[in-house]
């Protein structure tokens, strides 16, 4: 089974940044693309951004729209999650996600996660 594990959360005021890092171990045959998902207390899982291993083109949700930027390295299997301008509101914890998915954006369609990552914005 591919195994993920996001790093780099953390605790930050309001307009400053955080770098989201998730690298994949073991078997990747089937990882088409990896998504970042966010999850507050008593909301539901939310897009954040995605990216296929071979297609440059970065998919965004609203909320990350000019804020959030996501990229990879192939060869190390890891995919980055750079977010500027943080606002209280992004507080959460934060899931990367991979499979053999064909639509990027729904989580229910991604079957490998990572752990998460608290990222908490102060005001």
């Known amino acids: 089974q591919v195994r993920l594990v996001e790093s780099g959360g953390g605790l930050v005021q309001a307009g400053g940044s955080l770098r989201l890092s998730c690298t994949a171990s073991?078997?990747?045959?089937?990882?088409?693309?990896m998504g970042w998902f966010r999850q507050a207390p008593g909301k539901e899982r939310e897009f954040v951004a995605a990216i296929r291993w071979t297609d440059n083109s970065p998919y965004y949700g609203d909320s990350a729209k000019g804020r959030f930027t996501i990229s990879r390295d192939n060869a190390k299997k890891t995919v980055y999650l750079q977010m500027n301008t943080l606002k209280p509101e992004d507080t959460g914890v934060y899931y990367c996600?991979?499979?053999?998915?064909?639509?990027?954006?729904?989580?229910?369609?991604?079957?490998?996660w990572g752990q998460g990552t608290q990222v908490t914005v102060s005001s």
């Open positions: 073991g078997p990747t045959f089937g990882s088409v693309a």
């Open positions: 996600a991979t499979g053999a998915v064909t639509r990027l954006t729904r989580p229910d369609d991604y079957p490998n």
